[in-house]
């Protein structure tokens, strides 16, 4: 507590906030972006607070748009990053010429960035720090925040199945939806699908692969020609190889670009982190990422995710053995 402590003075003191997030961001980052933002607008109504970023264009209407700043401006400010783990992460590094620096993370620790840092990785979510920290310093949520810390949780946690979701991540969801979050609409919003993206998902999942406990995809550019899709079209396919009998890890493999290919690791109970960070990655015990330079990496990560998915068979017995 002595840390939102710190960061609640930082706050309540600055005049200009700027709130920074993470390349290619997620529901998590793009929803702790805006609901901090509105969150402390909604409270000190005299602040000027600015979210920076590309955040989720596709969803500006509902949960609503980033701002243009200028560096002088920032420069000025309390620069908050949320939902970023390391320095090259940052998708704008002007994050580091703020006037004090606040760095709000879940992810194992990987990069000190110079400032007031809380991390702690038994939050499910950056979203859910945000949520606890404005609960417990009584700060006016407005509906928006509302909506976009239910959506960064909720998409951090694939809908509140994966760990560390916990008590604490259900009671903030329950005083989110009691300060206007609609999981309902929320939902109908975020996991709307064209028929060519299903058409697509399908015809790229069935080219899975499976070795000793793990499931995997692998995508080079003659895939993705053949399957007529680009690199970036396959971000969140990884979850459809989870939960299948005899395999905790599932990961995959995109050829981006000529010595880039980008992974995904996931599990059902093995620490994938581990893997990633060896590989110049990082992430969660149980949902990682990271960026190989050949397929000769791809096979050494493959060879260690099998190491790690190795889990005592399952005996199942006939009725009276």
């Given at each position: 507590m002595n840390i939102q402590k710190n960061i609640y003075k930082k706050i309540k003191n600055a005049e200009i906030i700027t709130i920074f997030g993470h390349i290619r961001p997620d529901g998590d980052c793009y929803g702790s972006q805006i609901g901090l933002r509105d969150a402390i607008r909604a409270t000190f109504p005299k602040k000027k607070v600015y979210a920076i970023g590309r955040g989720r264009p596709d969803l500006y209407t509902y949960f609503g748009q980033m701002d243009d700043v200028d560096d002088e401006t920032i420069k000025k400010s309390l620069a908050i990053t949320v939902d970023i783990g390391d320095v090259p992460r940052l998708e704008d590094a002007r994050a580091l010429t703020g006037n004090d620096l606040i760095k709000i993370d879940h992810h194992v620790f990987t990069d000190n960035f110079g400032g007031l840092e809380w991390i702690d990785t038994e939050y499910v979510a950056c979203g859910e720090m945000v949520a606890d920290f404005l609960f417990n310093f009584k700060f006016k949520v407005p509906t928006s925040t509302a909506k976009a810390l239910f959506f960064a949780i909720a998409s951090d946690s694939g809908r509140f199945q994966y760990g560390p979701t916990n008590t604490r991540t259900?009671?903030?969801?329950?005083?989110?939806?009691?300060?206007?979050?609609?999981?309902?609409?929320?939902?109908?919003?975020?996991?709307?699908?064209?028929?060519?993206?299903?058409?697509?998902?399908?015809?790229?999942?069935?080219?899975f692969k499976l070795r000793p406990g793990v499931a995997y995809l692998t995508l080079n550019k003659a895939d993705l020609e053949r399957l007529g899709i680009a690199s970036n079209?396959?971000?969140?396919?990884?979850?459809?190889?989870?939960?299948?009998?005899?395999?905790?890890?599932?990961?995959?493999?995109?050829?981006?670009?000529?010595?880039?290919?980008?992974?995904?690791?996931?599990?059902?109970?093995?620490?994938v982190q581990v893997v990633a960070?060896?590989?110049g990655g990082g992430g969660h015990h149980k949902?990682?990422?990271?960026?190989?330079?050949?397929?000769d990496q791809v096979e050494a990560m493959l060879n260690r995710l099998e190491e790690i998915a190795r889990v005592e068979p399952v005996i199942i017995l006939e009725d009276g053995e």
């Open positions: 259900f009671l903030l969801a329950a005083y989110l939806t009691s300060r206007g979050a609609n999981p309902e609409e929320i939902f109908q919003t975020i996991y709307v699908y064209e028929a060519e993206e299903v058409r697509r998902k399908h015809q790229v999942m069935v080219e079209q396959v971000g969140g396919y990884v979850n459809g190889l989870a939960n299948m009998r005899g395999y905790p890890v599932w990961a995959y493999f995109v050829e981006k670009h000529e010595n880039e290919i980008s992974c995904e690791l996931r599990s059902s109970g093995p620490n960070a060896e590989f949902a990682s990422g990271a960026r190989l330079k050949s397929w």
